[in-house]
């Protein structure tokens, strides 16, 4: 979790060999909501990072959703640039 004045961004990281499914996400969402920072003032951010990548459902919603997503090409490409 990252927070400033008006934003918040919740993560989640799944480090696994299984690709991440939107009930992922949904669980996220339901973290989130236990806290009450700026509840009613913020605007809230998404971060799902996947070793394995993300079903094909999963990428549809986080696009739908405005989701922020990372795989381990997003990784690789911003810890050792494009090669």
């Known amino acids: 979790m990252a927070i400033n ?23 996220l969402q339901r973290k989130a909501e236990l806290i009450k920072y700026h509840k009613k003032h913020r605007k809230e951010n998404y971060l799902i990072v996947s070793r394995s990548g993300f ?3 999963c990428m549809e919603r986080m696009k739908e959703n405005d989701i922020i997503y990372w ?7 911003m810890m050792f640039g494009s090669q």
Request: hydrophobic share 35%.
């Open 71 to 77: 795989d381990i090409e997003h990784l690789e490409k």
């Open 5 to 27: 004045d008006s934003e918040i961004l919740f993560g989640e990281v799944k480090w696994r060999n299984k690709k991440v499914d939107w009930d992922v996400l949904e669980k």
């Open 55 to 57: 079903t094909k459902r």
